[in-house]
T-cell receptor, first 113, second 112 residues
């Protein structure tokens, strides 16, 4: 499978715990995006990377959120001290530089209890 | 700045009827426009896109959309709805090097 892969697909965590999600983009894509989607809403942009450089961060990305893409390949999104409001689907997408469309993974559904 | 407005959070049609999902955008530079479809607990799948050139674009599953600059619209249509078309549809805009900005989505129901 050469699509965007996200792990885990589902995560249930207790409030206050830290969680980390992983995204493996399509191999030749050098842009990687993170989005958050809550029930009944469209995806909201969080951040994006070009290779290992984090080029843009949304104001939605509080200081409890951090994303990395250390070698310009896979990326991780960590949420520290999770809150119930963090419950959402976290979507990863990738694209080629200069390309138009982004290709999305299946998402990681986070539930904070 | 870029934004998308999808008119109608829910649309219900009968099987075989015309599907029309509305999207209006705002962009300070010439935009790229997209429609994505999402099935329950799944990621987003690209239906079609407009970048440059022909303003009527055809996508997968019989869907098409027309870019109308004067109306800042990119409405999605399908002549004849099928039960399998029931899903959430998202319009998105991309301007320059910005990431995609999505609308709030339209849930399409198809009645037998």
């Amino acid at each position: 499978d050469t699509g965007v892969s996200q792990d885990p697909r589902h995560k249930i965590t207790k409030r206050g715990q830290n969680v980390t999600f992983r995204c493996d983009p399509i191999s030749e894509h050098n842009r990687l995006y993170w989005y958050r989607q809550t029930l009944g809403q469209g995806p909201e942009f969080l951040t994006y990377f070009q290779n290992e450089a984090q080029l843009e961060k949304s104001r939605l990305l509080s200081d409890r959120f951090s994303a990395e893409r250390p070698k310009g390949s896979f990326s991780t999104l960590e949420i520290q001290r999770t809150e119930q409001g963090d419950s959402a689907m976290y979507l990863c997408a990738s694209s080629q530089e200069g390309g138009s469309e982004a290709f999305f993974g299946q998402g990681t559904r986070l539930t904070v209890v | 700045a870029q934004s998308v407005t999808q008119l109608g959070s829910h649309v219900s049609v009968s099987e075989g009827a015309l599907v029309l999902l509305r999207c209006n955008y705002s962009s300070s530079v010439p935009p790229y426009l997209f429609w994505y479809v999402q099935y329950p607990n799944q990621g987003l799948q690209l239906l079609l896109k407009y970048t440059t050139g022909a303003t009527l674009v055809k996508g997968i599953n019989g869907f098409e959309a027309e870019f109308k600059k004067s109306e800042t619209s990119f409405h999605l249509t399908k002549p004849s709805a099928h039960m399998s078309d029931a899903a959430e549809y998202f319009c998105a805009v991309k301007a320059g090097r910005r990431a995609l900005t999505f609308g709030s989505g339209t849930r399409l129901q198809v009645q037998p």
